[in-house]
C-alpha cells in the first residue's frame, strides 16, 4: 500500500514546450506545466468550463525523453508524486510551490498546428 501514498495520474495539454537546464552535476532537468480542461453544466443548466494548470518537473532520463518528443499542444499523460517545497521571496515572504515529479509519461497525441 506504500505505493499509493503519494501518486498522481493527469492527463493534460502542454501550454509551452518544456524547459530544459542542464545542471552541473550532469544531471538534466525538464519543467513544463500542462492544462487539464473540464467541464460541467450549473444550475440554471449552463455549460460551465474550467481549466487547471499543473507544473510538472521530471529528472533524467525521463527529461531526456521529454527533450525529444514532447511539445507544446501535446497531449500526454504523467504520473508521479507530489512535492511541496518552501522558500522566501525577495520580500522575506515565505511561499510554497506544489509540483508533480513525473516518474512516468505517455503520449497521446501529436502538437497542436499552430
Do not use: C
Not at 55 to 60: G, L, P, R
Request: avoid cysteine; glycine fraction near 6%.
Amino acid at each position: 500500500m506504500n505505493h499509493l501514498r503519494n501518486k498522481v495520474q493527469l492527463i493534460g495539454r502542454l501550454g509551452q514546450n518544456p524547459e530544459i537546464v542542464n545542471l552541473e552535476s550532469g544531471k538534466k532537468l525538464a519543467k513544463f506545466s500542462i492544462a487539464i480542461n473540464e467541464s460541467y453544466k450549473n444550475q440554471k443548466g449552463e455549460k460551465v468550463e474550467t481549466t487547471q494548470w499543473h507544473n510538472i518537473i521530471a529528472w533524467d532520463p525521463m527529461a531526456t525523453i521529454i527533450e525529444k518528443y514532447v511539445t507544446k499542444g501535446q497531449e500526454i499523460a504523467i504520473e508521479g508524486k507530489l512535492n511541496t517545497n518552501k522558500f522566501e521571496d525577495k520580500t522575506g515572504t515565505t511561499r510554497y510551490v506544489t509540483e508533480i515529479v513525473a516518474n512516468e509519461i505517455q503520449m497521446f497525441s501529436k502538437p497542436n498546428p499552430a
